[in-house]
């Protein structure tokens, strides 16, 4: 399944590329006032993302071994996840772009089974991170027909994460006994983004963004929420949580205000 992911979204940073690389070699300078957006927007976003969270799926393997000796069936190792946020770009001229932003990452594997009333065994395994983004982008000529507008950019920056935790392990609950064991490691940490796409501009305050990007960024020194100390893995090295990955980001831009770009 891992590999499958991470093909799929090689794929279509590859085709993005090739897209970017064409109309940057094709656009013309000429632009009309109507293709061109406002000096700051905000784009609303949705990214399904791959993330390579090796440590993480070692600890749901062990779990996974840990169940099976009470009968249950597997959770399914995370390899990729969606997420969500919002960013403000602001036009310092006409080629380049300030951004920034935030979003925000959650997966889940769980496994839910009531075997009788007033009882229940659950077995999970989540993981939940913020990423903040900084960063600046370079925006080529457009390439326009009529009142549609394409423009081609790439960029990057600094990312760092913040609230990152993952949260396993398994309980049963029954009326008259509780058993079970979460383990909560937290960290935070830093990395960068690059990203290449394209800016769809139409004679309207609202525009669309389909872009593919590239995220290097872990969670490190992680500790157990609930003590404080530091978590290892089973071979005994620091537990790291490692969102690194491909994701292919659309995003639906409303321009506020601030005279366009000269």
Known sequence: ???????????????????????????????????????????????????????????????????????????????????????????????????AGFGRIKKESKLDLIPQVGSSIT????????????????????????????????????????????????????PDTTFGNFQRPQGEGQGFYAESGVHFMFPSRYSILLNVMYRHAKASRLRNVDNGEFVYNEDGTPMEIDVSGFGLRLAAQISLFGKPPD
């Open 123 to 174: 077995v999970s395994a989540r993981v939940l991170t913020v990423p903040r983004n900084l960063g600046v982008d370079y925006y080529f000529n457009p390439y326009t027909r009529g009142d549609f507008s394409l423009r081609p950019f790439v960029g990057g920056g600094l990312m760092d994460l913040v609230e990152t935790q993952v949260k396993i392990g398994g309980q049963f609950v029954s």
């Open 1 to 99: 399944m891992f590999v499958a992911v991470w093909r799929r979204a090689a794929r279509a940073a590859w085709a993005v590329s090739a897209v970017t690389l064409l109309l940057s070699l094709t656009a013309h300078s000429a632009f009309a006032d109507e293709q061109r957006v406002k000096r700051f927007g905000v784009p609303l976003y949705a990214m399904p993302t791959g993330m390579q969270l090796d440590d993480v799926n070692e600890q749901i393997k062990v779990l996974n071994i840990t169940s099976a000796l009470f009968g249950l069936a597997p959770i399914d190792e995370i390899h990729w996840g969606a997420q969500f946020g919002v960013e403000g770009r602001y036009f310092i001229n006409r080629h380049w772009v300030a951004v």
